[in-house]
């Protein structure tokens, strides 16, 4: 029991965020009468969040190095688009080779501000800002400020549209597009198969394992939710290629994270450095490639927002970076590096996505919503932050005799 | 009779598992130099941070009187406003401002409400310094003076406070013969011409002897004896003998005979670097070895550099333009990053767990497998089954207490940190163990089984070199014993012949003439 309350316990806040995102969804659904989670609106839900995503992902990794961020990432997507818009539109290079060269570029960038980060030891914030003004100008001088429009559909079929519907017939439950609900039923088996196999044999090994109702309910809430969202993806036009390249990447990145050497590490060199290169972890190296990584992601990102766009814009990812540290915030990684998952990430930038489109379906003007998002952000590390400061102190020997002092509850943090 | 200005009556200080302070009781009279002597440990600093307001009143038991008040301190404010400044061991000045701003920093000149004024600061300033004999622009700033004229400005910054105790934390520690000649005969004037009394912490018995009135021994948190420089003809023997007088049975386990003849690692002509300063020597010239099978020790204080040693042997950690040979099991070894050395077979276990050995917000399970994640972890992928197995394993061996693995290592006390740590080491099947003070802030029970897991590692027939300030340690669990001054091994003792005494000895003969009165 004490094990699974301990995991139970590191895992709160996790479910805390994740019944928030909940109450969000809710509250919007009731407030724009139903139209948040009406099929052709969750669809744009995806396509308007998917390029978040990606960014947070890699933004998650270089917070977990030690809190450090990346500023330059939407100037990079927007150096990406132009590249894309200029090899293919102007140039009429080919869309696949284009599209390879430009994640080569993106590893470019990402060297170049890896090796300032890590070898020179010059701060991240520096460097990134340095970043953002350097290939926003640059998208500039190569776009010449005028935006390139239109892609080719080559270039558009890597990320925009839908997967095709396999049986165009069937019709299922009066379906547009049926494959969409064979996929969801389908993913829906191997998760309950997958934490099934798991359950048996934890049970097994004599692990601590929940009781069988636990797992069954958990199944069967999990499995609701992903049948009904791609129910839902099926009645408008089906699954957006999208998601495919957002779920891969969480997967892949969800798998380094929890189960690779090199993901532990990440996480050792954010929870203490110096502890972490007596211990043998490669640091400098590390911070190194959480660096490229991030500019791999936004140069992935650049690709799947000018398809969206269909367009390369100077103007184009302006703030995204801000929306991709935001996400990882809310989903719960430290400002000091070392805690962190990739699922919270996933969360906190659902929950920034459903505020913009919800607040934009009820027509709230964009200068309010940025005061919402803006309030938002700070509310939930401010609760995750008073939450732990409070629990800490319950378990302090001396607390009831005297209150602590602010500055020692704040020692109590580090 | 002298006038008491200050008396401190059965002061207990407990931290978490630890007494630090037990019925301590000292009576310092006005215009006296007072001498706290003890070894680490004994409890020197936290009686200093009692008094000063760093634990407030409430976190210790017994009474402060100052100046025939009692006292009731909650912060330094509250002690400095009766002019009691302790001067810390670590300098608290602000490099990058001036000697000016640093000596009235929380305390300014002002003109009007909240605007310094700038000529009054800088002519108190300059007046300061005259007293203190510095003869520097009070414009430069402290980053460009040396470490010995800050020390002086530390002392000008708690005058500029109206003190009338001034608590100096080893003031000589970090500076050279003429510096801290320079420090003891300040006090010597101020407590002359001005009347100041001051309580001075120091390891160095030749500046006690040479400039305190007054001189408390402490033991163990205990206060043993205060001797009377005028009445007790106040000798170092008679010091160290009052320091060291204990008894050192049942504190150890007993420690069989497991040396090997082969020698496990040798260390040739090693020299060291500071890494920021390049041209400060921090290791002179060391040479030792280390047999399978042994504990040896080295004895060194604070700032020997012995940790620098330690860090320097295991994959360069610290330090540059290192030079030396380095002989593992007869072969000649080139390391030169920590993973190298993790897989070369070596482990510094570190002195400071909290800041270079845990990760505290990880679980015991993830800090334990972190120096060798390839052992639970084949082809790169880790296998969780295994890692949380070999977890549980080392949780039982070392008898740490926590519920699970999973247990944020946050959560720990002292002493199961400390196993953790271990734990951690061991896992990484070295060969050679260095262990850095392996029993800093761990209460008597803990020391104990870490002492055992030490006998059993020796056993096994692993080398072992155990680096620690405290003498009885040193003399209880160690079979040969290296002494360490000033980054140069200065004596070997094998362990029949090792006496505290003669340790002590030979350290201060070494520092010797520092002191020329």
Known sequence: MSSLWTTLRNNLRQYMILLALLAIIIAFQLMTNGTLLKPMNVSNLIFQNAYVVILAVGMLMCILTGGNIDLSVGSVVALIGACAGTFIISWGWNSHLTILLCLLIGLAIGAWQGFWIAYARIPAFIVTLSGMLVFRGLTLIVLGGLTLAPFPSDFLAYSTGYIPDLFPGMSLFGLRNSTSLLIGVLLAIIYCISQMRGWIWRKKKAYEVESPWVLLLKMVIVSAAVIWLFYTLGAYRGVPKVLIIVGIILIAYSYFTTHTVMGRHLYALGGNEKAARLSGVKTTQLLFLAYVNMAFLASIAGIVFSARLNSASPQAGQSFELDAIAACFIGGASAYGGIGTVGGTLIGAMIMGVLNNGMSIMGISSNVQQVVKGLVLLGAVAFDVLGKQRMQLRFLPFFGRRAPKPQESVKLEG | ?517
């Open chain 2, 1 to 517: 009779m002298a006038k008491k200005l200050l008396e401190m009556h059965s002061i207990t200080k407990e931290f978490p598992g630890v007494k630090a302070l037990d019925n301590v009781n000292i009576t310092v009279n006005e215009g006296e130099i007072h001498a706290v002597v003890g070894e680490n440990g004994a409890g020197k600093s936290t009686l200093m941070n009692v008094l000063s307001g760093v634990h407030p009143y409430g976190s210790y038991s017994g009474d402060i009187y100052f100046d025939g008040q009692l006292c009731r301190f909650h912060s330094i404010k509250d002690s400095e406003r009766l002019g009691i400044v302790i001067i810390h061991q670590e300098l608290a000045l602000v490099p990058y401002l001036s000697i000016g701003e640093n000596m009235f920093l929380g305390n300014e000149r002002r003109r009007r409400r909240g605007v310094v004024d700038w000529n009054e600061t800088y002519q108190k300033a300059e007046e300061y310094l005259k007293v203190v004999g510095l003869e520097e622009n009070p414009r430069t700033l402290v980053k460009d003076i040396s470490v010995g004229k800050q020390q002086l400005v530390e002392i000008a910054k708690a005058l500029a406070k109206d003190v009338r105790l001034l608590i100096l934390d080893e003031p000589t520690s970090s500076l050279n013969e003429g510096d801290s000649l320079k420090v003891l005969n300040l006090l010597l004037t101020l407590k002359r011409e001005r009347g100041i009394t001051s309580i001075l912490i120091s390891h160095k018995l030749n500046e006690v002897a040479y400039c305190a009135d007054r001189i408390t021994i402490l033991r163990d948190g205990s206060t043993v004896e205060t001797l009377d420089k005028h009445k007790d003809g106040v000798t170092e023997e008679r010091i160290i003998r009052g320091m060291v007088g204990r008894e050192m049975t049942e504190r150890y386990p007993h420690r069989p005979h497991t040396i090997r003849s082969e020698v496990a690692l040798e260390v040739q002509d090693w020299t060291v670097y500071h890494e920021l300063y390049t041209e400060r020597k921090v290791v002179d010239n060391v040479s030792f070895k280390l047999h399978k099978g042994e504990v040896a020790g080295i004895y060194g204080l604070m700032g020997s550099g012995r940790t620098e040693l330690a860090l320097s042997i295991f994959g360069r950690a610290y330090g540059s333009r290192i030079s030396g040979t380095l002989i593992k099991d007869g072969q000649v070894l080139e390391l030169n990053s920590v993973p190298e050395a993790i897989n070369a077979g070596l482990t510094y276990v570190t002195e400071d767990r909290k800041d270079n050995g845990l990760i505290l917000g990880n679980s015991i399970m993830h800090n334990i497998t972190l120096p060798r994640m390839d052992f639970v972890a084949p082809k790169g992928r880790i296998d969780r089954d295994l890692e949380r197995q070999t977890a549980n394993h080392y949780r039982e061996a070392l008898d740490i207490k926590a519920p699970s693995v999973e247990q944020l290592v946050n959560n720990l006390s002292g002493g199961n940190q400390q196993k953790v740590l271990l734990a951690k080491w061991i896992y990484s099947k070295p060969d050679i163990l260095i262990l850095d003070e392996p029993t800093r802030g761990v209460d008597v029970g803990a020391k104990y089984e870490i002492y055992q897991i030490i006998n059993d590692l020796a056993k096994q027939g692993k080398a072992i070199l155990l680096i620690s300030s405290e003498l009885p340690e040193i003399l209880g669990m160690c079979d040969r014993i290296y002494v360490m001054d000033s980054g140069r091994i200065i004596a070997e003792f094998p362990q029949s012949e090792a006496t505290q005494e003669g340790i002590m000895n030979c350290i201060m003969q070494q520092s010797k003439g520092e002191i020329g009165a």
